[in-house]
């Protein structure tokens, strides 16, 4: 179980490797743009080869990716819109107003971005043969940018480094504490079970991909976006494929 905490730390702490960034140096929006494009490939691939496939092996016939899928995305959309009408609609913006909404939202908000992807990081080691570096790696890479994009945004309403640095430190702690949930809670259960949570966690990820990740990427970067995230997601898929 330590070993599922751990990796989940490892993956969401580009959230602290981003904001120490983006409090040293100006990063362009394009830049930004384009890293979260190629996040958001390396995404959807260990969505598709890493939680759907593998869900569709275990729970087949049981109907579990059929119910899962929806139920994840629903569970990420009602969540959102909550956060958003509490104040923590704008938490990834590099200007104003993010960081103006309640800070107890911001936090709430990103927490519910990372979880899905850091319990499915938990969920890659119950099969005894190490943790799924495809989803490692993008877990870390998707966390990057949007914590360069929200501390630019809280630097700029105000918000100290110290806060916000304690912001991301609670937010990798938390999702590391998902990650050893995926493990702990789902270890010694049913194939049926872990496929629906697969598929529940493919679900609420691909609602953040097309809700936020890839509507700011391609703000941000314009069309170059589509070679950058096919280029993210062949990456994965060849890690994948190594594995």
């Given at each position: 179980?330590?070993?599922?905490?751990?990796?989940?730390?490892?993956?969401?702490?580009?959230?602290?490797?981003?904001?120490?960034?983006?409090?040293?140096?100006?990063?362009?929006?394009?830049?930004?743009?384009?890293?979260?494009?190629?996040?958001?490939?390396?995404?959807?691939?260990?969505?598709?080869?890493?939680?759907?496939?593998?869900?569709?092996?275990?729970?087949?016939g049981?109907?579990a990716?059929?119910?899962?899928?929806?139920?994840?995305?629903?569970?990420?959309?009602?969540?959102?819109?909550?956060?958003?009408?509490?104040?923590?609609?704008?938490?990834?913006?590099?200007?104003?107003?993010?960081?103006?909404?309640?800070?107890?939202?911001?936090?709430?908000?990103?927490?519910?971005?990372?979880?899905?992807?850091?319990?499915?990081?938990?969920?890659t080691?119950?099969?005894?043969?190490?943790?799924?570096?495809?989803?490692?790696a993008?877990?870390?890479?998707?966390?990057?940018?949007?914590?360069?994009?929200?501390?630019?945004?809280l630097?700029?309403?105000?918000?100290?480094?110290?806060?916000?640095?304690?912001?991301?430190?609670?937010?990798?702690?938390?999702?590391a504490?998902?990650?050893?949930?995926?493990?702990?809670?789902?270890?010694?259960?049913?194939?049926?079970?872990?496929?629906?949570?697969?598929?529940f966690?493919?679900?609420?990820?691909?609602?953040?991909?097309?809700?936020?990740?890839?509507?700011?990427?391609?703000?941000?970067?314009?069309?170059?976006?589509?070679?950058?995230?096919?280029?993210?997601f062949?990456?994965?898929?060849?890690?994948?494929?190594?594995?």
């Amino acid at each position: 179980m330590a070993e599922a905490f751990a990796w989940g730390f490892v993956a969401a702490s580009s959230l602290l490797i981003g904001g120490g960034i983006a409090l040293t140096v100006r990063v362009g929006s394009r830049i930004l743009g384009l890293v979260l494009a190629f996040g958001a490939g390396v995404l959807i691939s260990a969505v598709a080869y890493e939680l759907v496939d593998e869900a569709f092996l275990m729970a087949s016939g049981t109907g579990a990716l059929a119910l899962g899928l929806p139920l994840g995305a629903f569970a990420f959309y009602a969540g959102d819109l909550v956060i958003d009408r509490k104040g923590g609609a704008h938490r990834k913006k590099m200007e104003p107003p993010a960081g103006q909404g309640a800070p107890l939202s911001i936090v709430l908000g990103i927490v519910l971005d990372g979880i899905p992807e850091s319990i499915v990081v938990g969920l890659t080691l119950l099969n005894g043969g190490g943790v799924g570096v495809a989803v490692l790696a993008a877990v870390f890479l998707s966390n990057l940018p949007e914590s360069i994009a929200a501390t630019t945004g809280l630097r700029a309403v105000g918000w100290r480094p110290s806060r916000i640095m304690g912001l991301w430190l609670v937010v990798t702690i938390a999702c590391a504490v998902a990650a050893l949930a995926g493990y702990g809670l789902l270890e010694g259960a049913s194939q049926g079970t872990v496929g629906f949570v697969n598929a529940f966690a493919a679900g609420a990820i691909l609602t953040m991909l097309a809700d936020t990740m890839m509507p700011e990427a391609y703000a941000r970067g314009g069309r170059t976006v589509g070679l950058v995230t096919t280029l993210g997601f062949g990456l994965a898929f060849a890690i994948s494929t190594l594995e």
